[in-house]
């Protein structure tokens, strides 16, 4: 069974940093490609980006190109999403998917003076 631990949400100001992590288990973690997704209340869900294995490619939307990155640490089954000069339109429930295909509770992000 797939688990999914995401950490790292809160409440930031306009300009501020959060730095969100999803550790992962019940699957194998190197092997898969990995993704975060988000939604705002009222809005679809949407893709924010994804790593794919060995880090061999990425991809963000261009809404947060250049602010967020992705990046992986295999040894710890661990994906995380570095988001700086974070905006209010970031705000939204921030999920990570292993292989397109599980879904966790997602973590709680707030862009707000």
């Known amino acids: 069974q797939v688990q999914l631990v995401e950490s790292g949400g809160g409440l930031v100001q306009p300009g501020g940093s959060l730095r969100l992590s999803c550790e992962v288990s019940?699957?194998?973690?190197?092997?898969?490609?990995m993704a975060w997704y988000r939604q705002a209340p009222g809005k679809e869900r949407e893709l924010v980006g994804y790593?794919?294995?060995?880090?061999?490619?990425?991809y963000y939307r261009d809404s947060v190109k250049g602010r967020f990155t992705i990046f992986r640490d295999d040894a710890k089954n661990t994906v995380y999403l570095e988001m700086n000069n974070l905006k209010p339109e970031d705000s939204g429930v921030y999920y990570c998917?292993?292989?397109?295909?599980?879904w966790g509770r997602g973590t709680q992000v707030t862009v707000s003076s």
């Open positions: 998917v292993p292989n397109w295909s599980h």
């Open positions: 019940g699957l194998a973690f190197s092997s898969k490609p």
């Open positions: 790593i794919t294995v060995s880090d061999a490619g990425f």
